[in-house]
């Protein structure tokens, strides 16, 4: 299995960049997919997820309304659009593949997930 995220850059504040995760070896039409975060000195957060086939997406209270998980069957990918972005969002992140039994609300916990890829550094200048 191998996740693959790209997308990642350097934006002012204010402005909009666009993650993608690119599988194999999983289907994200039968797993649930995940977007995590990890700033220098922190904890790895999680960002969004989203339910197998798009039953369902859900949102850390500090993106919603700027950030949009979602996912294209046909390539198996999933993306992780970004806009207004601030410079506390500044971080590597990480997509995951979990699972389909958990539920939606499992999808915050990282130890849900059984698959992760390497992760893009995302740098928000003020």
């Known amino acids: 299995v191998q996740l693959q995220a790209s997308g990642g850059g350097l934006v002012q504040a204010g402005g909009s960049l666009r993650l993608s995760c690119a599988a194999s070896?999983?289907?994200?039409?039968?797993?649930?997919a995940g977007w995590f975060r990890q700033a220098p000195g922190k904890e790895r957060e999680f960002v969004a997820g989203?339910?197998?086939?798009?039953?369902?997406?859900y949102y850390a209270d500090s993106v919603k309304g700027r950030l949009t998980i979602s996912g294209d069957n046909a390539k198996n990918t999933v993306t992780l659009q970004m806009d207004s972005l601030k410079p506390e969002d500044t971080a590597v992140y990480y997509c995951?593949?979990?699972?389909?039994?958990?539920?939606?609300?499992?999808?915050?916990?990282?130890?849900?997930?059984?698959?992760w890829g390497q992760g893009t550094q995302v740098t928000v200048s003020s």
């Open positions: 070896g999983v289907t994200f039409r039968d797993y649930n």
């Open positions: 995951a593949a979990a699972p389909a039994r958990k539920i939606l609300s499992e999808l915050r916990n990282p130890g849900s997930y059984d698959h």
């Open positions: 989203r339910r197998w086939g798009g039953r369902g997406t």
